[in-house]
C-alpha cells in the first residue's frame, strides 16, 4: 500500500512530457523535449487549437505570431522581442532540423501575460486554453488607468556583494552596498513627497540578481528605472586615491577605457548569483544591437543628461559627464534606465561626502528634482501631459 502511494506521488511530481492547447473541442499536443536548459517544444504544432504561425526571418532568426502579437525570437539567444520590449526566456530557442524550439515557459507564461483576455494556461494539466473572441471580449478586464508615475529605484549591490570598499588607505571604511541603499531609501522618500510611486528593488542588505532588477521594474509597469552606485579608481592608476567626481551612465556599448572599467567592475557582481539566477549565455551584444534604435535608448540618454545635470548643482566633485557601458542591470528594464556612480569610496574627502547622511539627502533631492524635470519633458514631448 505504502509502496503504490509512493508511486502515485512520483508520478504526479514528474514534470509533464506534453503540453497541449485546447479551444473548446479542438486540442493540439506537442510533446517536450527535454535540454541542458529546460524543457523545449515547436511552438508551431499547437495550432490549430492555437492561432499560431512561425516563420523564418534570416538565418537563426524567427517571427512568431499570435493572436495580434508578434515575436521575433533567435537562436541560442533567450530574449524575445515584441514591439520595443525584450522579454527574457527561461532558456534559448534552439533549431532543430530547421524548425524552431521554444521554452516551455514562453508558452505557460509569456503568451498569458501577452494576451491576457485570450490565454490562459492550466500547470495541472500542462494545457494552455484558448478562449474565443465572444468570451475574451465578455471577459476582458478593464485597465484602470493610472494616475500616478512609478519609478523604481535600484540599490547596488546587497548581501555577499558589498561593492566596492574604500577609501584608499583610510581608516573609515564604507561599503557601496550600504551608501547606495542610504540613498536609495532618500530618493524614494523624496519621489514619494513629490507624488510618484516607488518599488524598490531592495529595502534591506539582501542579493537581489542583476538580470533579476530590470524584471522587478518591468512587472511593476514602471515608468524610469534609476539604479545607484558608488565608483572606484583602478589601482594601476599613477594616483588612484585622487579621483572624484560623478557621472551617469546608459545603455550602449562602451567606447571608452573608462567606460568598460565601470561596466566590468559592476558587472562583475554577476559571480555572487548562482547559477539559476544568471544566464548562462550572455546576450548583452544581442540587445545593445536591438535597442540601437530603441525609443528607450534615447529617451534614457535624456534622464542621463537631466541626473548629471542635477548632481552638478549639489556635488563638491567634478562632473565625469554622461557616459555608456553595457550593465547588465540595465539590459532588462524596458523603459528609460540608467546607473548613477554618485562618487568615488576610493577618494578619502568624497568617502566621507557620501558616507553622510546630510549629503546622502541632498544627492537623493538633486536625483529626485532631475528626474520630475526629466518626466514632465517626457510627457510634454508625447503630449501627454497630465495623464
Do not use: C
Not at 558608488?230 to 572624484?244: E, M, Q
Not at 545635470?309 to 542591470?329: M, T
Not at 540595465?330 to 523603459?335: G, I, Q, Y
Amino acid at each position: 500500500m505504502i509502496v503504490t502511494l509512493l508511486l502515485g506521488l512520483q508520478l504526479a511530481a514528474a514534470p509533464p512530457s506534453v503540453v497541449s492547447a485546447r479551444a473548446g473541442t479542438t486540442e493540439s499536443v506537442v510533446p517536450l523535449v527535454e535540454t541542458s536548459t529546460g524543457r523545449v517544444l515547436r511552438l508551431d504544432r499547437l495550432a490549430p487549437a492555437l492561432p499560431v504561425t512561425v516563420r523564418a526571418a534570416g538565418p537563426g532568426q524567427f517571427v512568431a505570431s499570435v493572436f495580434d502579437v508578434t515575436m521575433f525570437l533567435s537562436d541560442q539567444v533567450p530574449y524575445a522581442r515584441v514591439g520595443t520590449s525584450l522579454i527574457p526566456l527561461g532558456g534559448p530557442p534552439m533549431m532543430d532540423r530547421g524548425a524552431l524550439l521554444v521554452p516551455l515557459q514562453l508558452v505557460a507564461e509569456v503568451l498569458p501575460r501577452l494576451a491576457p483576455s485570450r490565454l490562459t494556461y492550466d500547470p495541472v494539466r500542462s494545457e494552455l486554453r484558448v478562449a474565443s473572441a465572444s468570451t475574451a471580449r465578455a471577459s476582458a478586464p478593464v485597465a484602470p488607468r493610472r494616475a500616478k508615475r512609478r519609478v523604481v529605484v535600484d540599490a547596488g549591490h546587497g548581501g555577499p556583494d558589498n561593492g566596492m570598499t574604500g577609501p584608499i588607505g583610510g581608516r573609515n571604511k564604507i561599503r557601496e552596498k550600504d551608501i547606495t541603499l542610504a540613498v536609495s531609501r532618500e530618493l524614494a522618500k523624496s519621489l514619494r513627497q513629490r507624488g510618484v510611486e516607488v518599488v524598490m528593488t531592495r529595502t534591506r542588505d539582501t542579493l537581489i540578481g542583476l538580470y533579476d532588477r530590470g524584471p522587478i521594474a518591468n512587472e511593476s509597469g514602471a515608468d524610469l528605472f534609476l539604479s545607484i552606485h558608488v565608483n572606484a579608481a583602478n589601482l594601476r592608476w599613477r594616483r588612484p586615491g585622487d579621483a572624484r567626481g560623478f557621472e551617469t551612465y546608459f545603455l550602449a556599448e562602451a567606447k571608452t577605457e573608462d567606460e568598460r572599467r565601470v561596466e566590468r567592475m559592476e558587472n562583475e557582481a554577476v559571480r555572487f548569483e548562482t547559477a539559476a539566477q544568471a544566464p548562462k549565455d550572455d546576450p548583452l551584444s544581442f540587445i545593445i544591437h536591438d535597442m540601437a534604435q530603441n525609443e528607450h535608448l534615447r529617451e534614457s540618454q535624456e534622464l542621463a543628461a537631466a541626473v548629471q545635470s542635477g548632481l552638478s548643482r549639489v556635488h563638491p566633485g567634478p562632473s565625469r559627464g554622461v557616459k555608456q557601458a553595457g550593465f547588465v542591470v540595465l539590459t532588462t528594464a524596458f523603459m528609460p534606465a540608467v546607473l548613477v556612480e554618485i562618487g568615488f569610496g576610493t577618494n578619502a574627502a568624497e568617502a566621507r561626502y557620501l558616507a553622510s547622511p546630510t549629503r546622502q539627502r541632498e544627492i537623493a533631492e538633486a536625483i529626485a528634482d532631475a528626474t520630475m524635470s526629466y518626466l514632465e519633458g517626457y510627457e510634454r514631448r508625447l503630449g501627454s501631459a497630465g495623464r
